[in-house]
């Protein structure tokens, strides 16, 4: 099984941060830009305390196209921790992934600055078994690229307030 780890130091107050990332969750399409479209998870039951229970993620402005489904499985406002169900849909046959768990732990590090932990464990299909420790290195590289543009997102409106 993969496991991924990846962080990042976010200069924004953790209590902002827990609102862009898991109040704002269906939102990731204002933020990330491989997210043509992205909207809450429909007929889909909250978690307590959760402001929704998840989100579509739409990768193509075809209907069709790749989509991915991420329902919200623990949702802990207090210890600010969030864990996703990704399951991947639309895609080509020759693809290596079929979903993913994750989770987001946020850190407060200092009153202004909070550390975004993301951890993963992509469920492969039998070629990315095969290829694994490339697309190991695929997947850190995307996620850090999500991390950072969360990053920038998060710090980006707290500037503006």
Same mark, same amino acid.
């Given at each position: 099984?993969?496991?991924?780890?990846?962080?990042?130091?976010?200069?924004?107050?953790?209590?902002?941060?827990?609102?862009?990332?898991?109040?704002?969750?269906?939102?990731?399409?204002?933020?990330?830009?491989?997210?043509?479209?992205?909207?809450?998870?429909?007929?889909?039951?909250?978690?307590?305390?959760?402001?929704?229970?998840?989100?579509?993620?739409?990768?193509?402005?075809?209907?069709?196209?790749?989509?991915?489904?991420?329902?919200?499985?623990?949702?802990?406002?207090?210890?600010?921790?969030?864990?996703?169900?990704?399951?991947?849909?639309? +895609?080509?046959?020759?693809?290596?992934?079929?979903?993913?768990? !994750?989770?987001? =732990?946020? $850190? %407060?590090?200092?009153?202004? &600055?909070?550390?975004?932990?993301?951890?993963?464990?992509?469920?492969?299909?039998?070629?990315?078994?095969?290829?694994?420790?490339?697309?190991?290195? +695929?997947?850190?590289?995307?996620?850090?690229?999500?991390?950072? !543009?969360?990053? =920038?997102? $998060? %710090?980006?409106?707290?500037? &503006?307030?």
């Amino acid at each position: 099984m993969m496991n991924i780890g990846i962080s990042v130091e976010i200069n924004t107050p953790i209590k902002q941060v827990w609102h862009d990332m898991a109040i704002d969750f269906p939102n990731i399409a204002n933020w990330y830009s491989p997210v043509v479209k992205s909207y809450e998870l429909p007929d889909t039951p909250r978690l307590s305390g959760a402001s929704c229970s998840g989100r579509i993620c739409e990768f193509t402005e075809d209907k069709m196209g790749l989509q991915a489904a991420e329902r919200i499985t623990h949702y802990d406002e207090i210890n600010k921790r969030l864990e996703v169900k990704v399951d991947i849909f639309n +895609t080509k046959k020759a693809t290596m992934i079929r979903g993913n768990h !994750a989770s987001f =732990q946020l $850190s %407060e590090i200092s009153p202004a &600055r909070t550390l975004l932990t993301f951890r993963a464990k992509p469920d492969l299909k039998f070629l990315g078994r095969v290829l694994s420790p490339l697309l190991q290195m +695929t997947l850190c590289s995307q996620f850090m690229d999500m991390l950072n !543009a969360f990053k =920038q997102h $998060s %710090e980006s409106l707290r500037n &503006r307030n």
